[in-house]
């Protein structure tokens, strides 16, 4: 299968400043990939690229198969791009706005009229579709800006952090229901965010952006292996104190997946894995004879593997510009 997007030793340089260093990267059609990173890592840059709004300085950008630096507007008409800051006439309602859009994309009030209305229900504002856009909350903009970049009918759809400014309900309504249009229109969508919860909650893939690179991308378990020191999953397990048999220690090493087994003091197991052991491992500690009195199983999320990694690169100093 082609890669819908498609970035090969991309970058762009302002001056002696590199906001995007060799960026290698490919999504696959139907993927809610998050590109994670904080502000000034290079995210916005990058998606300027993608749509053809600013030339790369290296590298080459394809976009459903078009090169997006030759071909900016045959690009535009098959990628829906949702700002951080969404543009509308406030003197306008909804309604009105979406049959603008429409217009500029060449269709006729017939075909606008009825997708407008479609897809205001689909996003929640059917309600207010003939209230004025001056009026609506900063929530109910971001909902129209989806309206709006789906109204083309694109195969993509671009959101740079589209969750800034609202309310935590708000958020939570505005991922489910991109997660949700994502799966119905089977489209392939790019979220740029520095929030790592909302990323992990809808991202099928996430590629960690720092200072104009790519560090590390695949899902929340593989970032785990490549980011995190030792291992994805760390089991910990307590034991009667009196109970310091080596032949567990041994038999819990011979469990697939079971890479470190460390005895700490007061009967404390460290059990490091590549895969959740934990099933197997307190079957092996019953069986054993040991009183297992404690079980817990650790995995790392992408907070920790954010942390993790900016604890050990304290030299990276990140530019706060977009």
Known sequence: MDPVIELENLS???????????LN?????????????????????????????????????KVCGLDATRHPVEVKRKVGYLPEDVGFYDDLTGFENLLFTARLNGQSDQQAYPKAAELLNKVGLG?????????????????????DVLVKDPEVIILDEPTLGIDPKG???????????????????????????????ICTRVGLFVTGKLIASGDVESLSSQLIAKHPYLIEAKIGDEFQDPVLRENLSKIPGV????????????????????AAIANAIMASGAQLTHLSKKTYGLDDIYQRYFENTTSHEVDQSS
């Open 127 to 147: 309600a207010h579709a003939e209230k004025k856009v001056g009026k609506y909350s900063r929530g109910m903009r971001q909902r129209l800006g989806l309206a």
């Open 12 to 22: 762009k340089c302002y001056g002696d400043f590199k906001a995007v260093d060799d």
């Open 171 to 201: 958020v939570k309504e505005l991922l489910e229901l991109i997660l949700h249009l994502s799966r119905e229109k089977g489209l392939t969508v790019l979220l740029s965010s520095h929030h790592l919860h909302q990323v992990q909650q």
């Open 259 to 278: 890479e470190e087994v460390t005895l700490l003091a007061e009967g404390l197991l460290h059990i490091g894995c590549s895969a959740d052991n934990t």
């Open 25 to 61: 990267l490919t999504i696959q059609k139907g993927e809610v990939f998050g590109l994670l990173g904080p502000n000034g890592a290079g995210k916005s840059t990058t998606i300027l690229m993608m749509l053809g709004l600013t030339e790369p300085s290296g590298g080459s950008v």
